[in-house]
């Protein structure tokens, strides 16, 4: 790709047309499995052929473009998610596409095959935001998705299995999207940096060294409803208040542990009447660390701390624990290549964790994983200003382009000697 930009503006080109595609006109919101995601899918899948590549739908709804090498045998996978949350950002998983997708279209320009097999995957569901489980299309390809998960409704009841029916897929046959680490050399995810060290450092390009783990809860408040005018505050069991002390407890739990975060970003109270005591409240508790070990510390103490304020207020808390991603640490001998790519290209490296979750961390389950993250306009995202610039956007396809050209997939042996 010469220095024209080329690269950055058909990026820039593929977000703006993905990003006209949202469920609500005012905000760009996409979940999976929705008549939206197929509409994305359908576009990038033709993007995906008019590059030279085969291009199919698993059972989970992935859209997946293979691009041939000089021989056969295992690919390289790249890629990240299609869909996005709610009043979302239009680069978070969709810049991870359309980058690699515009290397293949270079490679494909020049009639270049490389010695392996590309793989690009845009991946159905790994916000979350529709069922309660996240990371569906990239464990269901790692295999770790049990079947039991398709059981689960979005707010209006409909089951995965349904909307994989809805969708045009059959959800028996979940096990088909399921590959084998012998498919894969690697996966390599490129991700918006969603923080602000890279421009803090002013680089358009870093590499990830792990994925934090993660944990959700949805905890229930239960109290006793009332009239808001006759009850006296020491008899009250006022749900919404109770919900209000674990809110700031868990914000005072993170904050005291190193690199721990925690967000409570979802809550209804009911019956949610003005001159009615709150009787039940459900909330939502996002909470990460570092690692296993550290998230375990600061779930003990969210238990021990939401025990406590029930028993002080005399009612209910039942916190459920409803996701959980191990963290992963990114693969040395892949991100060395990676690395590489990166100095040649006339960047300095800056190595850093993500705190965000990311389909890699499923992928890890079955091939090596290593994650390039891209600078974005004052870490913002999960926000509809997240934005980057077209200049990063082609910086990030020339690191990908080089990184590709340049891959050894006997590299793991050398290491590994
Ligand atoms: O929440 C996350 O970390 C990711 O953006 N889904
Ligand atoms: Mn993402
Ligand atoms: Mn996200």
């Known amino acids: 790709m010469s220095k024209s930009l080329a690269a950055g503006r058909r990026i820039f080109e593929g977000i703006e047309a993905l990003a006209e595609i949202s469920e609500n006109p005012d905000n760009l919101t996409r979940r999976s499995l929705t008549i939206e995601h197929k509409r994305a899918n359908t576009l990038v899948g033709d993007w995906m052929a008019a590059a030279g590549m085969q291009v199919r739908t698993d059972a989970i709804g992935n859209i997946i473009g293979r691009y041939p090498g000089q021989t056969d045998g295992p690919a390289l996978l790249l890629g990240s998610h299609l869909d996005t949350v709610r009043d979302g950002g239009r680069y978070d998983g969709m810049l991870g596409v359309l980058v690699p997708l515009a290397c293949v279209e270079a490679l494909h320009a020049a009639d270049e095959k490389l010695s392996f097999p590309i793989e690009i995957v845009g991946f159905c569901d790994e916000e979350g935001v529709r069922f309660p489980s996240t990371l569906l299309g990239s464990r269901a390809i790692a295999g770790t998705l049990p079947e039991q998960t398709l059981r689960e409704t979005d707010d209006d009841g409909i089951s995965i299995a349904d909307a994989l029916r809805d969708f045009g897929q059959a959800p028996t046959a979940l096990d088909s999207a399921r590959r084998e680490s012998s498919d894969f050399l690697g996966f390599v995810e490129l991700h918006i940096e969603q923080g602000p060290v890279l421009e803090r450092e002013q680089l358009p390009v870093g590499l990830v060294s792990a994925i934090a783990s993660a944990a959700r809860y949805r905890a229930v408040v239960s109290g006793k409803a009332s009239h808001a005018g006759t009850v006296p505050m020491e008899m009250r069991q006022d749900a919404l208040c109770a919900a209000a002390e674990c809110i700031l407890a868990i914000e005072a739990i ?44 600061a779930e003990q103490n969210l238990h021990n701390e939401l025990t406590r304020i029930a028993a002080e207020r005399k009612l209910t808390i039942a916190p459920d624990r409803y996701y959980a991603a191990s963290g992963v640490s990114c693969d040395s001998a892949l991100s060395a290549q990676l690395r590489n790519a990166i100095q040649n290209c006339g960047h300095r490296v800056v190595e850093l964790p993500s705190g965000a979750g990311h389909d890699a961390m499923a992928l890890a389950a079955i091939t090596p994983i290593a994650m390039l993250f891209v600078r974005c306009k ?28 340049d891959f050894n997939p006997n590299a793991r042996a050398i290491q590994s000697t």
Do not use: K, W, Y
């Open 254 to 297: 993170a904050t005291a542990l190193p690199d721990t975060v925690a967000t409570v970003g979802q809550i209804t109270a009911l019956p949610g009447a003005g001159n009615v005591i709150p009787g039940s409240v459900e909330f939502l508790i996002d909470i990460r660390a570092p690692t296993d070990q550290d998230l375990a510390v």
């Open 378 to 405: 004052e870490g913002l995202s999960h926000h509809p200003d997240e934005s980057i610039t077209l200049e990063d956007a082609d910086a990030a396809a020339q690191v990908m382009l080089r990184f590709l050209r």
